[in-house]
């Protein structure tokens, strides 16, 4: 389908390692966003792409998590030397454009855990 | 205080019942407002936009009180599948945030 692609869909690594998370957008979606959802929680901000601006990387929890946006389309999020508290679903959605009247449309997600 | 809250219920209704739930915003600038749903371990999906004349779409009704800063969404005639968590969202004056509040979970009953 032309909906959000997120890869991987789960991913367990031992606490300490770093991963990548990747997000293939909608085609033509200026717009990117990351978030993250504990079991139970809402979904809490990470960070937004909107074009070629610079991202609002304000929701970054900790310099441990960086995120980049190639050519304008896919996305990865990096976790370096993961925690256990990393471990969530990973969620990406997109919209046409970034600002008021656009709705997100997510991915499926990447569930990570950190043992 | 949050930037959306939400009752997290749960809500237990019986089928064809009518449910209500409503979500405050702290933002009086904020803009755009949206009601998701999502299905457990599923990602959140767009339900329906809301609208400051009030939109309805089938059995939802999605409505907004500026004075009081909230929305709500009614649905009538639940089914069964109607079960889910219900997402309030909004966005932060400068537009290209959203705080998605954490959700009122529905549960219709046969």
């Known amino acids: 389908g032309a909906g959000v692609s997120q890869s991987p869909s789960n991913k367990v690594t031992e606490k300490g390692k770093d991963v990548e998370l990747r997000c293939d957008p909608i085609?033509?979606?200026?717009?990117l966003y990351w978030y993250r959802q504990s079991l139970g929680q809402g979904l809490e901000f990470l960070i937004y792409?909107?074009?070629?601006?610079?991202?609002?990387k304000s929701g970054l929890p900790s310099d441990r998590f960086s995120a980049e946006r190639t050519g304008g389309s896919v996305s990865t999020l990096t976790i370096q030397r993961t925690q256990q508290e990393d471990s969530a679903v990973y969620l990406c959605?997109?919209?046409?454009?970034?600002?008021?009247?656009?709705?997100?449309?997510f991915g499926d997600g990447t569930r990570l855990s950190i043992l | 205080r949050k930037e959306v809250e939400q009752d997290p219920g749960p809500f237990n209704v019986p089928e064809g019942a009518t449910v209500a739930f409503n979500c405050t915003y702290s933002?009086?600038?904020?803009?755009?407002f949206f009601w998701y749903r999502q299905d457990c371990r599923k990602e959140p999906k767009l339900l329906m936009s809301?609208?400051?004349s009030g939109n309805e779409d089938g059995r939802f009704t999605a409505q907004l009180n500026r004075a009081s800063q909230y929305i709500s969404l009614l649905i009538r005639d639940s089914k069964l599948s109607d079960s889910a968590t219900y997402l309030c969202?909004?966005?932060?004056?400068?537009?290209?945030?959203?705080?998605f509040g954490t959700g009122t979970s529905l549960t219709v009953i046969p």
């Open positions: 959605a997109s919209s046409l454009m970034g600002g008021e009247g656009q709705p997100q449309h």
């Open positions: 085609s033509g979606h200026t717009a």
């Open positions: 792409f909107q074009g070629n601006s610079a991202p609002d």
């Open positions: 933002n009086s600038a904020s803009q755009s």
């Open positions: 809301v609208y400051s």
């Open positions: 969202v909004v966005n932060k004056n400068t537009g290209n945030q959203f705080y």
